[in-house]
T-cell receptor, first 111, second 113 residues
Framework: KQEVTQIPAALSVPEGENLVLNCSFT??????LQWFRQDPGKGLTSLLL?????REQTSGRLNASLDKSSGRSTLYIAASQPGDSATYLC??????????FGQGTTLQVKP | ETGVTQTPRHLVMGMTNKKSLKCEQH?????MYWYKQSAKKPLELMFVYNFKEQTENNSVPSRFSPECPNSSHLFLHLHTLQPEDSALYLCASSQGQNAEKLFFGSGTQLSVL
């Protein structure tokens, strides 16, 4: 059974810092992995999707990496801004077609 | 807007009430999902529908009853819920069932008194 762990659970940084969010998963047999953003009381927005054959994906200030064999992914946020404050969720898609979510990292970027 | 609309946004109900949550997607997708998000827990998949047929029931209690009349609409009928069912209920859709890319609605925040 796939288990997804995200560390840290919460993070508070001053504006402008570069930061790394970590995700680990127990079953490396995955099709892809997605990073989502969730604002309080809202739905999820897909940020980046990395296929199992890829090592990383970039979108603007966001860069996600995937090391499938070791069951790890990281989300790197460059030059953080207060608008980046949200919960970030990692979700590998297993070979059974199920998207399993981590509990998320809640980020606060202070002006 | 993601193209997935959920109503109502907020719902308060007693344990003996019957209510329904509605989800509509305008993206032409074939698969629709219900997820439950409780405080301090990861999102839990509840149901999956592909081309209107239920393909996944993740051991959800029968007090939750889904309905998918067509590929664009998904309902979750609620009956005799418990306080521990209070949560954010999220609907999502994708082009195919393998959830290549999911589009989520804003959710219904449910409180059961």
């Amino acid at each position: 059974k796939q288990e997804v762990t995200q560390i840290p659970a919460a993070l508070s940084v001053p504006e402008g810092e570069n930061l790394v969010l970590n995700c680990s998963f127990t079953d490396s047999a995955i099709y892809n992995l997605q990073w989502f953003r969730q604002d309080p009381g809202k739905g999820l927005t897909s940020l980046l999707l990395i296929q199992s054959s890829q090592r990383e994906q970039t979108s603007g200030r966001l860069n996600a990496s995937l090391d499938k064999s070791s069951g790890r992914s990281t989300l790197y946020i460059a030059a953080s801004q207060p608008g980046d404050s949200a919960t970030y969720l990692c979700a590998p898609l297993s070979n059974t077609g199920k998207l399993i979510f981590g509990q998320g990292t809640t980020l606060q970027v202070k002006p | 807007e993601t193209g997935v609309t959920q109503t109502p946004r907020h719902l308060v109900m007693g344990m003996t009430n019957k209510k329904s949550l509605k989800c509509e997607q305008h993206l032409g997708h074939n698969a629709m999902y219900w997820y439950k998000q409780s405080a301090k827990k990861p999102l839990e998949l509840m149901f999956v529908y592909n081309f209107k047929e239920q393909t996944e029931n993740n051991s959800v209690p029968s007090r939750f009853s889904p309905e998918c009349p067509n590929s664009s609409h998904l309902f979750l009928h609620l009956h005799t819920l418990q306080p521990e069912d209070s949560a954010l209920y999220l609907c999502a859709s994708s082009q195919g069932q393998n959830a290549e890319k999911l589009f989520f609605g804003s959710g219904t925040q449910l409180s059961v008194l």
